[in-house]
């Protein structure tokens, strides 16, 4: 102890009691005390509460490490911050033997005063926790009665080991706590939980025994518990005490000694863990951090009583989704995530997952069937509810641990794709937009025969009205005459009603609704449409279409669309042909890919080679007036109906185009 | 050389059944009441416009026959079966122009009225100089179309008949 005598900060020895058996002139000049007055003192004497040093020092004894900053009572009754390492030395036989105290003065004194004393070391060579059982006393009290309780007799219930464990609450652990158990880095992240998302799967019954027991207990003697292997630890040693401080009658501490398998696991463990951190917390991708062993751990249950078809038996339990919800916890989450939510404090994205799909129906559900199916993705797209209130849309993707990983963390990322779907709906807009201009394009060209179409009911209608008012002005009135007349002219006001309607339907602005349809249904609108166009223009146009056609799902009037544009484009392609040789062949099959196909044949000029690359692309055109959108806008609807248009030249002469539509069971729209 | 139907034409203005019922009856010896009533063929694609114009026609006090199109007509037409014809110019098959064309060798007395939904300018001054006797847009206003029918059976009057 000599060269003590020579250092500067201040070196007490105690024995195992805590009485003072050394002190070097350093303790005197720190601490104010004459080395006479403080030999033979105890460690409590230097400290301003009795119970409060008697509690450290029987934890110092037992986890064999102690340091952290402590108030230090003076000779003259002042208190100071001072930082204080104790360890206890051993013999040759690993008995302890003493205890040596390094202190120095804080610079930041007097140190605040603790409500709760600072009972668990920093840094100390044993993993070390700190529980409140408190809401854990009535279910341990239960056990403890009924059973009588034997350690070695004690089967866990599987539920009942996790409500105990989900009720005993963390305080504190140590530095060796964190490394040894692979826990956050972060103790605010570990403090407040509930032990049961943090404590290894295989020595849970242990620590479940060992608590039993010690709260069984009158005294604060140490329980011990031994577990051959818990993952890389073997001769894994648990040993609780309950606080000597009565204060605190449900502080329960465990400290755990354990031997790793190999000897730079530790610091592979480390080196990775803190890889792994930085990764999450620096990746610029939200990212949540999920423990779903409790669903696992149900889930394990399920099949073990021979459930296979989750989503059958969730809709019988519809509760399972709920409770699936809540003991889903998430653990950590990055700041990215907590940017995405509008959060401000990460405490208020811990606990249960529950929010994570509140913003869509049966989001949770199809979370938990892949969770169950053991898949290792999970990947959808959802809304979700921010913290201040948003609705946004974001691309979950979901990594559920596979057997040989750490089973306690699922990686949850949220992409946002709010921007993205904002833009594809702007370009639906355009889209539509121009769809919409092709429709009034070919309507333009179409106009004397619409005009046409409409003077044919009109006239029928006023025709009828002048010979029903000639019947009905005659000296002697026909009635009847004038009552079927009048029938008629109810049937022509019909009709041209209908026929506005089409022209309406062609030329509104509408977004396109899916429904199931008939195709040649659709073709013959299209004829009947172009029936006076095509035959004041003389062409003769030849449909054959197969019957019975599967029903496709589509929309009715973007159908008619690209129907009625390529007729129109092969009645105009014809008009410089031989009035005899004007005609279209419009056929409709069902091809060897099982999809409705429709091709339609003109016998004009055909397609110049040299144009055959660019006829669907937008803004070319041959036609003078033409706004050369139309081919183009024929494509993006077929291709909207998952389908495919193409065009060709016919071997005997003429255009031909062919475009197809999936069927309405193999469309995926 | 004047037959019994162009002496009838000359009062053809007095529209009733009744007047002309009497005047058959004033003259029933020679005048027989098919061929005193003048008989308009009607062709048109179109059933509502068609049967409209049979009912607008039957008011006027008119015989006529209605055909869904040109070749029908034709299949039907004899020389001086019909006193006038009213044709649509818009037909699917035969064009209202192309039985004028055909009617121009096969009865070429017989006057043409067309009725037309567009009004074609070209159409129009091909048929009105192909010897039509109007050219009318529909919507047809009744007492336009009467007195062009009265104008068409007047000039039918003065054709001459090669019987």
């Known amino acids: 102890m000599e060269l003590a005598d020579y250092a500067t900060d201040s070196v007490i020895r105690y024995d195992l009691d805590g009485t003072i058996r050394y002190c070097n002139p350093a303790s005197e000049t720190q601490f104010g005390w004459k080395a006479a007055k403080l030999l033979g003192r105890h460690f409590h004497d230097l400290m301003p509460d009795r119970a409060e040093a008697s509690s450290l020092w029987k934890n110092l004894l037992r986890i064999g490490r102690w340091d952290g900053l402590l108030q230090r009572r003076l000779q003259s009754e002042v208190e100071i911050g001072a930082y204080v390492r104790l360890t206890v030395r051993h013999d040759s036989r690993g008995r302890p033997l003493d205890v040596v105290e390094y202190a120095a003065l804080s610079m930041n004194s007097p140190v605040p005063s603790l409500p709760v004393p600072p009972l668990i070391a920093e840094r100390g060579g044993a993993a070390c926790w700190q529980f409140n059982i408190k809401r854990a006393r009535p279910l341990l009290d239960a056990d403890a009665a009924a059973t009588g309780y034997d350690a070695n007799e004690q089967e866990w219930h599987p539920d009942r080991l996790d409500t105990l464990l989900a009720a005993v609450q963390i305080v504190d652990v140590n530095d060796e706590a964190i490394r040894l158990f692979g826990l956050p880095a972060d103790r605010d992240k570990i403090v407040d939980r509930r032990v049961a998302s943090l404590w290894p799967e295989q020595s849970r019954a242990a620590l479940g025994d060992l608590l039993t027991a010690i709260a069984a207990k009158t005294d604060t003697e140490p329980e011990t518990r031994e577990i051959p292997v818990v993952d890389r630890l073997q001769h894994v040693v648990l040993t609780g005490w309950r606080a000597a401080d009565p204060r605190c009658p449900d502080i329960v501490f465990v400290r755990v000694n354990a031997i790793l398998n190999a000897p730079n696991a530790v610091i592979e463990l480390e080196a990775s863990q803190n890889r792994y951190r930085n990764l999450i917390s620096f990746l610029p991708v939200p990212v949540w951090q999920i423990d779903a062993r409790a669903a696992g751990r149900i889930f394990d249950r399920l099949k073990a009583s021979g459930i296979t078809d989750l989503a059958a038996y969730s809709e019988e339990h519809p509760e399972l989704v709920d409770l699936t919800c809540d003991i889903v916890q998430v653990f950590d989450v990055n700041d990215e995530a907590m940017q995405l939510f509008g959060g401000r404090q990460r405490s208020d994205f811990i606990g249960p997952a529950r929010y994570l799909f509140d913003g869509t129906p049966g989001a949770a559900r199809r979370v938990m069937l892949a969770h169950f199916s053991g898949v290792r993705n999970h990947v959808e797209e959802l809304k979700v509810k921010t913290f201040d209130g948003r609705l946004i849309d974001v691309l979950l993707l979901m990594t559920f641990p596979v057997p040989g990983e750490r089973r306690d963390t699922t990686i949850v990322m949220m992409m946002d794709n709010s921007a993205r779907l904002e833009a594809e709906a702007k370009l639906r807009i355009v889209e539509g937009d121009f769809s919409h201009a092709a429709r009034l394009s070919t309507l333009g060209e179409m106009t004397t025969s619409i005009a046409h179409e409409i003077k044919q009911p009109l006239s029928a209608i006023l025709m009828n009205a002048q010979t029903s008012l000639r019947y009905l002005r005659k000296a002697d009135p026909n009635l009847e005459k004038a009552d079927q007349l009048t029938s008629r002219i109810v049937e022509s006001a019909q009709r041209a009603n209908d026929i506005i309607g089409r022209i309406q339907d062609m030329a509104g602005k509408r977004d396109p609704i899916y429904t199931l349809l008939d195709f040649n249904d659709v073709v013959h609108q299209c004829l009947v449409f172009l029936r006076h166009e095509s035959e004041e223009k003389l062409v003769v146009i030849k449909a054959r279409l197969q019957p019975d056609l599967p029903p496709i799902h589509g929309d009715r009037i973007q159908l008619q669309q690209v129907i009625v544009n390529l007729i129109v484009n092969s009645i105009q392609a014809m008009n410089t042909a031989p009035q005899t040789q004007r005609e279209i062949y419009l056929e409709t099959s069902v091809d060897e890919d099982d999809h409705v196909a429709c091709s339609i044949r003109d016998t004009g000029t055909g397609i110049p080679a040299d144009h055959m690359d660019q006829i669907f692309d937008g803004f070319f055109t041959t036609k003078e007036d033409g706004l050369g959108i139309g081919l183009a806008i024929c494509q993006s609807i077929v291709r909207a109906h998952g389908g495919e248009i193409t065009a060709a030249n016919h071997p005997e002469g003429g255009a031909v185009f062919r475009f197809w539509i999936p069927t309405g069971s193999t469309a995926e729209l | ?163």
Not at chain 2, 12 to 23: A, E, H
Not at chain 2, 80 to 109: E, H, V, Y
């Open chain 2, 1 to 163: 050389m004047i037959t019994r139907t162009r002496l009838w034409y000359g009062f053809v203005k007095i529209r009733t059944q009744q007047i002309l019922k009497r005047c058959d009856y004033v003259r029933g010896v020679k005048v027989s009441n098919l061929a005193l009533v003048p008989k308009i063929a009607v062709v048109d694609d179109d059933a509502s416009l068609r049967d409209a114009l049979v009912e607008l026609l039957e008011v006027f006090d008119f015989k006529c026959q209605a055909f869904e199109g040109a070749e029908l007509f034709l299949a039907a037409h004899t020389k001086n079966r019909f006193d006038c014809l009213i044709t649509d110019l818009n037909m699917k098959g035969c064009s209202g122009l192309q039985l004028q064309q055909k009617l121009a060798t096969l009865d070429p007395r017989l006057p043409v009225i067309f009725i037309s939904a567009q009004s074609d300018s070209e159409a129009r001054s091909k048929a009105l100089r192909s010897g039509a006797v109007a050219f009318l847009s529909k919507p047809i206003n009744d007492d336009v179309l009467y007195r062009h029918i009265i104008a068409a059976l007047s000039r039918g009057m003065s054709r001459p008949v090669d019987d």
